[in-house]
Each structure stands twice: as structure tokens, then as C-alpha cells.
């Protein structure tokens, strides 16, 4: 990665055009020498569409918001993971040869939607027939495994709220954070009810936003600067779309999957990692995300939040940007997003929000429900 | 390629999730010795979706109904080129190393849609604020553009009628299309205006359907098949996505940049190709793609289109499946369906309508109306 640029989150002005635009500009004003958009040979979109402003053939906007006319762009959706595996497509194709520099960005315009619509836009990456049509909305997928996560490992809901706690403080110092303000555990559990045992403090908010990343092939990063981010590794993996059909409600196999083929592809050990950005829609996806990626057994993600570990300043960060809790999660934009973190993360540009001396990251994004999964480990 | 698998193209009473599984079924069943599915290592599904079944995350039917469970799968969509970049994404899976086999699939289950949703699903790959809203349908679109080549290039609309002519021939050929009727240039000539000049006859049906492809680096594939179909090299481009943006109403650029990739890749001549499939989802299109793809001189496809040689039997014989025109065009499964027929032609088993001694084939899938495009070369 020579270059990764982000917009704020939020509730916008910005239409879908410009905050692409946006986030392009951006990335391409990040690179720290020599760097031309005429050298960009590629260039993956990931969006869910939301609102349908672009139902269809939507990449054809990266190109032209990008300013790289003629140059193959692809639109790659996977739900909430669609820059993940927008970034997973870039990666191949820096890897195969055939390009030297790929453009990867992800863009969702959410508040656009009329309210009377916003239901079914969040509804459509569920299962269609037997989730969205039988009423069961995303945190409803996200209640139902919650709550058999706390009844299995005799789990308080206080471990849920130490997630939403944590996540609003790193949010309060990311500046582009849609939340920028600080939540006790007791406010969390104060909020009113979403989809028992999950409250308005755990779930993320809708959002609009854009992120973009440029990646080179090692020999023409080089060119750009001298302190690339190298992609480690990246993984993949999926499962059943519909709940109903899964081995279990609390654990993603997808990202089990992921994870395996990050560091098997990265030949680092889960230790070496000095932070994570994981997928935490809402909060108990934080703590599926800690025992799925291996940084805890079954129920035992509860203890580590509560211990203080995962806060910055912790043994090992988790979310320094706020996550989609705080942050904001503009669907096909937070793969991209989680990746800009890592950027700025681990070349010590980030700000109030550092890690110390962080020297290798891990991102995982999430499809739905859990349907699909991608990890990847980036290091300096 | 190593295998690949059709359903018939038409109204069809199975829906999506059946047709996807019978198009991985017959792919996996085409190889010649010695597959099995465990062996796939990621999936690639085109779709744009129509009528909104699984609108987002629909990647993980494909891993469901192939039966590859926990497997990577990430859906590529770019309206009517989706399994063309779909497939791009494959080949780069493969030559980056990182995969032996994959999975290539497109679908579309369109005549689901209800009679009054249809034009929506077929406009939402236009551009949403100039075209869509506006009230300009795909088939006014193409009309847009055969008024301006008519008129630029001085050919008669006997042209137009004669690529229908012939494809409705080629299409009487092969079991799988969705007219197997001939129709001469008269009843072209005679149908009704769509959108002037083009005639209901010059335009593509509502099409349900699936094909699915497997690829595998070369040397596995020769663990499965003595016989694999090469791809030789492919190309992608792009272009504004509304007309109003575009340099001209007569050539697509982004076929024209996919074109020039796919043969410097392949280090073929155009001369060295034995038959084409061609995205000819209206017959103008079908006269600007060969323009395009450098077989005809700006304005000189109409008369390589009268003089016969795009006939099966001719010198270069041109949808000898029958085209989007006579086949059908499942959005999302056109681009798979025609790397199906280069794999069942350049393997010497495509019937009543092989091409006698083909040896390279060459495929061209467009998204929308020109925004995106792709072309691939095929050897044996």
C-alpha cells in the first residue's frame, strides 16, 4: 500500500460522486513522491448500492470520479465485506503481474435513503426468504446471537457495553469518526432496547462514507516512498447465508477460514500482531470476531474486553479508529476503511489515536451475517 | 478451462437457486477425469440480480449450491459484463498463484420480475440521473446509437436484420438457446419499432439462465483434462457510464481497450481467430463490436455482415451459439456462457453449430451500454 485516503463519516451533504472523489483525491495526495493516476492500471469498487442511486454497473463511476479513463474497473459486492474482497481482487492482481498499481475504494451513501426505505436497504444482505421476508432485521440476526452467547458462557451484558465504551473512546480521537464522543458502560446500558440483549449503544449507526487505498507491486512502491505497508497476507472464506443453516450462532466459520488463510499466507503468528480493526457492527461481532480470529477461546473475549487489553494503551488495541460502532460503517466502504486505519497506523501517522511502535495489523471484514469473511495482515 | 456447464436459456420454471446448482453440476460433470469439487479453492458469481431475489450477498448461494462450503466466493458485478470481470477475477486468482482451481458462474433469473418491475431492473444498469430517470430504456439507447451509425455510415437497416437473421440460424442450432427459430431479414424488417431504427426482432429476449466455468493453472488442469482450453490472454476497459459523456455514439472505447490488452497478452493477430462471440444484445451492437474489436473498418461491418463470412461456414463465423439475440441474455450469465461456447467449440463438441476446425476463439461481454467491457482469448 503507497497511499489510503478516507472522508469523514457521517450524515453528509456529499453525494455518492463526490465523496468518492473525495477519497481518491485523498489517497492520491498520500503518496509521498511521484506518484501519476495516469499509472493506475485497475480499479475495484466495493458498495452494496444502498438506496439504489446506482443499482447497477456502478464502477463505471470509480473511473470516471478517479479520473482514469478507459482503465478496467470491476464493482465487487459482498455485502458489508465488499471491500474486503475488493481489496482481496487488487491484491491478485498486483500478485499475478498483470498490474503494477491498483486503485481499491469502497463508498456507501446511506442517509439518502428515505426512512421508509432504510429497512429494507439494511435488509437485503440477510437471508431474503427466510430472514429479511419474515421480518428478521440485522440487529435481530445480531440479537439472536447474542443472546446465546450469554446464556452459553454465563456472559453480563457488561462486556457488551465495555465493547461499545472502548470503541466510542478511540472514536472520540479519530477525526473522522462519525461518534466523536465518549459512552460509559452504565449510559450503554441505560439506551433503550434494539433487539434484546442488544441496546441502541451497541449497534452501529448508518452512515455515509468513502475510503480508498492505491497498492503497488514491491518494485514500483518503491518508486512512490519509502515506507510502503505491506500486504502479509490476506484470506477468505464463507458460509451458509442463512442463519438457519450454520453449525453455530456463535462463532463465524467464514472468518475462522480467513483468519487460517491470512497467516498460513503471512507466516506470522497471531501474536505478532499489534492491533486489530475488526468488524463490529454490533457489539457481540467484536466478540466473535476475538475468539473466531483466535485471540481468545469460546466466551473468552468477554474477560479480555473487561481487562482493559483491547483499549489503546492495552497489550493489543482493538479498534483504535472507533470500529463501525463509533467510526461509522458505510457498508462497502468499512473493508477500505480498516485498511486506511492500518495505513496510517503503521506508518505513526494516526495521530491521538497511535498505537506505540505499531509494526503489523490485522483487518477483518465481515459480509451480513457472517456469509463471507475476509482477514488480511499488513506490516511495515 | 477445464470444464463448463449450461442450463437451457429461456422462461424457466427452476429459480435462481436451482439454476446456479445445475449449471456447477454440469461444469464439475464436464471434466474429463479425476475432479472433485473439494478441489475448488474460491468462486467468482456474476449477477446483477434481477427483480431483487438475494440483492446483496448473493455470493453465498453460489458456495451453498456448488457445494463447496466455507469457500471464498465474491460476487463481480458490471450489469451485462459481470461474468466477463467475473472471470477476470478468476484468471488472476489462478496466474497470481494463490489458487489451483476456481469456480467462474453467472445467473439470472429475469422473467421472475413482475411485468410492471421489469423496466426498472433492466434501466438500473443506465446511468441513474441522465438515462434512467429520464425515461431513456436500454433499447432506447441502443436505438440512439444505430440512428447515428445508419445515418453516419450511409447502410440500410437490411444490416441490422441480417445480424438478426443470421443468429436466430445459429441460434435453431443449439438446444440451449432460447429461440430456436429462424427468421429471415423480411420479418425483421417487418416487426414492430422498439425504439427506431431498431425493431422488436433487432433486440435480445428476457432471458433466465446459468453457465459456470472451471479453471485450473496449467498444471493441474492437465490432471484433469488432456484436452484444457486456454486462455490465451484477456482484456478489460471502461468508459462514462451516461452517453452524454462519451466521444462517440458509434465505438466503444471500452471494447476497443479491452481488445488491445487481450491481444497483447495473448500475442495473437486478430487474423488468428477462427470465431467470435460478441456481445450483441441489440444488432447495432453486434455491428459496433465487430468495429470494435478490429474485424471491420468504422461503418464497414454492415457489409461483412451481408457478405455472409459471419455465418457459421463462413470465414469467421460470429455467435455461433446464436448471440444474445437468438440464446437469450441472463444478464449476469452472458459473459460465462460465452467462455462455455469457446470451450465446447475449441474442444471440437458443440454439434449442429461447430465451427469446423476452430482453433481460437475470442469473447467480448459489455456492461450496460459501454461502460465497462471485457475480451478474452481462447486456444486449445
Known amino acids: 500500500m503507497v497511499g489510503a485516503g478516507h472522508t469523514r463519516f457521517g450524515a453528509l451533504a456529499e453525494g455518492p460522486r463526490a465523496l468518492l472523489r473525495q477519497a481518491v483525491d485523498a489517497a492520491v495526495t498520500s503518496v509521498d513522491r511521484g506518484f501519476d493516476r495516469s499509472s493506475i492500471g485497475e480499479g475495484f469498487l466495493g458498495t452494496l448500492g444502498f438506496s439504489g442511486w446506482q443499482l447497477g454497473n456502478s464502477s463505471a463511476i470509480l473511473a470516471e470520479e478517479a479520473r482514469i479513463p478507459r482503465v478496467p474497473v470491476s464493482r465487487v459486492e459482498n455485502a458489508c465485506a465488499s471491500a474486503g474482497f475488493a481489496l482481496r481482487a487488487a491484491i491478485r492482481a498486483i500478485e499475478s503481474g498483470a498490474q503494477d498499481v491498483v486503485l481499491v475504494a469502497g463508498l456507501e451513501k446511506m442517509t439518502d435513503a428515505p426512512s421508509t426505505r432504510r429497512r429494507y436497504w439494511l435488509g437485503v ?57 465518549p459512552v460509559t458502560r452504565e449510559q450503554v446500558l441505560a439506551s433503550p432496547f434494539v433487539a434484546d440483549p442488544l441496546r441502541l449503544l451497541d449497534c452501529c449507526p448508518v452512515t455515509d462514507g468513502a475510503a480508498a487505498l492505491l497498492l503497488a507491486g514491491e518494485e514500483k512502491a518503491h518508486a512512490f516512498t519509502d515506507t510502503p ?53 454490533f457489539t457481540i461481532a467484536e466478540l466473535l470476531a476475538l475468539e473466531d480470529l483466535g485471540y481468545a477461546p469460546p466466551g ?81
Chains 1, 2 share one sequence.
Open 125 to 181: 444482505s440477510g437471508d431474503t426468504e427466510w430472514e429479511r421476508l419474515a421480518g428478521l432485521t440485522f440487529a435481530g440476526v445480531y440479537g439472536l446471537m447474542a443472546s446465546v452467547y450469554l446464556a452459553q458462557h454465563h456472559v453480563l451484558p457488561e462486556a457488551l457495553a465495555e465493547v461499545a465504551a472502548k470503541n466510542h473512546a478511540h472514536g472520540a480521537l479519530n477525526p473522522n469518526a462519525q461518534f466523536q464522543k
Open 229 to 281: 505497508v505491506y500486504v502479509a497476507g490476506d484470506g477468505a472464506g464463507s458460509d451458509s447465508l442463512a442463519l438457519q443453516d450454520r453449525g453455530s450462532l456463535t462463532s463465524l466459520a467464514a472468518t475462522r477460514r480467513a483468519a487460517d488463510e491470512a497467516f498460513r499466507r503471512s507466516a506470522l503468528d497471531r501474536s505478532a500482531i499489534d492491533f486489530l480493526e475488526v468488524h463490529d457492527c
Open 300 to 380: 473468552g473475549a468477554a474477560a479480555l474486553e473487561l481487562s482493559g487489553a483491547t483499549r489503546l494503551g492495552g497489550s493489543r488495541p482493538v479498534n483504535p479508529d472507533g470500529g463501525l460502532k463509533a467510526k461509522g460503517h458505510p457498508i462497502g466502504a468499512t473493508g477500505a476503511s480498516q485498511a486506511y486505519e492500518a495505513f496510517v497506523q503503521l506508518r505513526g501517522s494516526a495521530g491521538a489515536r497511535q498505537v506505540r511502535g505499531a509494526e503489523r495489523a490485522l483487518t477483518h471484514n465481515v459480509g451480513g451475517s457472517g456469509a463471507s469473511a475476509t482477514v488480511t495482515v499488513f506490516t511495515v
